[in-house]
């Protein structure tokens, strides 16, 4: 493909709810996604592919989505940026044929990597384009620039600076100060850091020696100083101002008034004073309150006038008695929160925000509009409804005979329990849009359900995304897989290569069993037999009768009995591949209507072609012969062979006599035997005219692998074909014989 777009890095804001993120950029694996997700502080957290998410789209020009296993929450960013690996796996192999897809694929994934480097250096301090520094390097090793500035030189090139400041202590005269030197001037309390280096001297203060122009100020504590004495003489006027108040009550009003203002003026000269001075600027805003304390209005006077302990008057202050008791008040408003280690209330309880309570025990109905926190015990009598909502922060248990929790009012909304875990939330909950129980990841319901519970069905993963089931046994972690990535399914493995897999762990050893009533007789598939190699499947009839049925519409197609005999109801059509009979078997006739009077055998047990060598020879004598043969063949069909062969200009060796033989028949005539064939001759020496060669065995009675040819004379009679009838290199023999065996 083209690279059309420099794009390589996305982010999303999390709200909580939503999981599947989609980027816009092409990538060739899964692990060429680098996720983060960032909080609201800044932590950056690197996200696990396969346990926080998957990749969808590997390959695709367009891109695809990561899907979270848990939604990002609100306030936190979610980043996707490719990162190519920086690899070269191209390998071109001379005069192979140039492989298109293959290298722009690699040119492709050059690209990237130099639009990564790209990015990364987009987000480095660089200098601006015309600018220049000298040089970038520094030598200084880990351990002695620990704690040191990275800043610039005099010539403007990077370099590892000294500390902040180095403290020389109290200034002093003759003394060789360096940058960055930090010295104390003992006359003002100020604090200066040196900006040229020198050698100090004439005297204090710095401000007005001869080298000020080489110090700059950092800490201006006489200004501090002077601050901090200006705020305490204004708290001391404050509280004397304060005092002088509360010998009167009638003029208390006055002079609050003008301590108030006393204490507001110093609090402004304490918030003038500098940082440095944090300390005296507290001390006067402390005196400031104490003043305003003082300084209490007639009528706040007036309502502690003629009360009486342990009892409430309308405009009075409340002040507990002996026992601690207050008696005669009415409703009780309280904003903030009310401790009391027992309370006993005769009327109604009117709670508008939460009620923290250690031991609660009610013996009527309890109906609360709002949230109800029990840190303790909660124990009710009678029915509890929550409108608001509960929660407990210790375990909670329903008693009683029939014990019943009842979530929802029957009313057409969702319903739902949800746990706050630390890594993700579950729910469990009725979506009542499409009336299902649901166990899901997250708080929201319908959005990623794991478990959905209707009526008729109950599905898992019902949102159909990228997400493994498994069921574990005692020893085997998958009893039951189902991969989501490749909607496989396997019996004891997690890797499942197909559609359905069923893996026992062990060669040698049966691995499933189909059965009806699950003790009788069935169908065992085994892994392998003890003869056979690990990759073969045996299939194992275990009833009595050891039978395998095959059907077809409801029709036997083929079955397998325990004399390992198959019976095809419909014939045997091989499209390729051979039929192979072993060692002594063939194929069974005898179903076949016998047509002969007498039958010996229905039994074809033996098929074979082939070639053999053919033996020229006399009757008599121990000669030789040569020829040129065209290749003699052969070719068996049950018991009954025939041969061919084709001799040209037969040449004599060393002479024989007698009549022609040729000898050496793939298979032996058995005694008392018959067989004939046909001849043909060319260039012999006869001496009379020939009505039918022909071709016969040499012997009826005994076995042979020998025949010869006999002459049957036109002019009647008969006579075998003589070795003396022999044309010396001119004379053929062609011949077909046929016998049984």
């Not at 030189?153 to 990077?158: I, K, P």
């Not at 053999?612 to 008599?620: H, K, R």
């Not at 290199?729 to 065996?741: A, G, K, L, N, R």
Request: no cysteine; hydrophobic share 40%; charged share 15%.
């Amino acid at each position: 493909m083209t690279v059309t777009s420099t794009n390589q890095k996305v982010s999303f804001s999390g709200n909580g709810s939503t999981t599947i993120f989609a980027y816009n950029f092409k990538i060739f694996a899964q692990t060429d996604l680098l996720v983060i997700l960032r909080s609201a502080t800044g932590t950056e957290t690197t996200q696990q592919l396969t346990s926080k998410y998957t990749v969808s789209g590997v390959g695709a020009t367009s891109g695809g989505n990561v899907t979270m296993g848990t939604a990002p929450p609100s306030g936190t960013t979610l980043v996707i940026q490719r990162v190519q690996p920086q690899l070269q796996g191209l390998d071109l192999v001379p005069n192979d044929p140039f492989p298109a897809q293959s290298m722009e694929d690699a040119l492709d994934k050059l690209v990237f990597n130099v639009q990564s480097l790209n990015e990364e250096v987009g987000r480095a301090i660089k200098a601006s384009t015309t600018n220049t520094i000298g040089d970038t390097e520094f030598t200084i090793s880990a351990t002695d620039r620990a704690n040191k500035l990275f800043s610039f030189d005099s010539s403007g090139n990077l370099s590892i600076a000294q500390e902040l400041g180095t403290y020389r202590g109290n200034w002093a005269a003759s003394t060789a100060y360096a940058v960055r030197d930090l010295v104390k001037d003992t006359s003002t309390g100020n604090i200066f850091i040196v900006i040229t280096a020198h050698t100090s001297s004439g005297s204090q203060p710095i401000t007005t020696n001869t080298d000020a122009a080489k110090w700059a100020l950092i800490v201006d504590a006489a200004s501090a100083t002077t601050s901090k004495n200006a705020a305490a003489a204004s708290a001391t006027a404050s509280a004397n101002s304060a005092t002088a108040s509360s010998n009167s009550a009638a003029t208390s009003s006055t002079k609050a008034d003008e301590s108030a203002a006393s204490a507001a003026t110093s609090s402004t000269k304490a918030g003038e004073a500098s940082a440095s001075a944090t300390a005296s600027a507290n001390s006067a805003t402390a005196s400031a309150n104490s003043a305003t304390a003082a300084a209490a209005s007639a009528a706040d006077v007036a309502k502690v006038e003629g009360i009486t302990n342990g009892t409430v008057s309308a405009n009075k202050a409340m002040v507990v008695d002996s026992a601690k008791d207050i008696t005669g008040g009415r409703n009780l408003t309280i904003s903030g929160e009310l401790d009391a280690g027992s309370l006993d209330i005769s009327g109604d309880i009117d709670v508008d925000g939460t009620t923290n309570l250690d031991i609660v025990d009610i013996d009527g109905a309890v109906n609360m509009a709002t949230t109800a926190l029990v840190t303790g015990v909660l124990t009710t009598t009678a029915a509890t409804v929550f409108n608001g909502g509960f929660a407990s922060n210790a375990a909670s248990s329903i008693g009683g005979t029939t014990p019943t929790l009842t979530i929802g009012d029957a009313g057409a909304e969702d319903a739902k329990i949800v746990f706050d875990g630390n890594a993700a939330d579950y729910h469990v909950g009725l979506d009542d849009s499409e009336d299902a129980l649901q166990i899901g990841l997250g708080a929201a319901l319908g959005t990623t359900p794991r478990i959905t519970i209707r009526a008729a069905e109950v599905v898992v993963n019902d949102l159909g995304i990228d997400l493994d089931f498994r069921v574990e046994g005692d020893a085997d972690t998958h009893a039951l897989f189902v991969e989501g990535e490749t909607d496989r399914v396997s019996i004891g493995s997690n890797d499942p290569p197909m559609k359905l897999t069923v893996r026992n762990g062990t060669v040698n050893s049966d691995i499933a069993k189909f059965t009806g009533d699950g003790t009788g007789g069935g169908l065992t598939i085994s892994t392998a037999s003890t003869t056979r190699n690990d990759d073969t499947v045996v299939l194992k009839a275990s009833d009595a009768f050891g039978e395998f049925s095959f059907v077809s519409d409801s029709t036997e197609v083929l079955r397998l009995n325990k004399d390992n005999q198959a019976t095809l109801a419909n014939g045997l059509t091989l499209t390729d591949g051979n039929l192979v009979v072993a060692n002594g078997h063939g194929i069974d006739f005898s179903a076949q209507t016998q047509s002969g009077s007498t039958t010996t055998a229905e039994l074809l047990d033996h098929y074979e072609e082939g070639t053999w060598t053919p033996v020229f020879q006399g009757s008599s004598g121990s000669g030789t012969y040569s020829f040129t043969s065209v290749t003699a063949r052969y070719t068996r069909v049950g018991n009954l062979v025939t041969v061919s062969a084709t001799l040209l200009n037969i040449t004599e060796g060393t002479a024989m006599g007698g009549y022609v033989q040729i000898a050496g028949l793939p298979f032996t005539k058995p005694a008392n035997t018959y067989g004939n064939g046909a001849v043909g001759l060319s260039q012999w020496n006869v001496g009379f005219e020939v009505l039918a060669p022909i071709i016969e065995p040499v012997t009826y009675a005994n076995a042979t692998t020998i025949v010869y040819i006999h002459l049957h004379r036109n002019n009647a009679g008969s006579s075998n074909l003589l070795i003396s009838m022999l044309t010396d290199e001119s004379s053929d023999i062609v011949f077909t014989f046929t016998y049984q065996v």
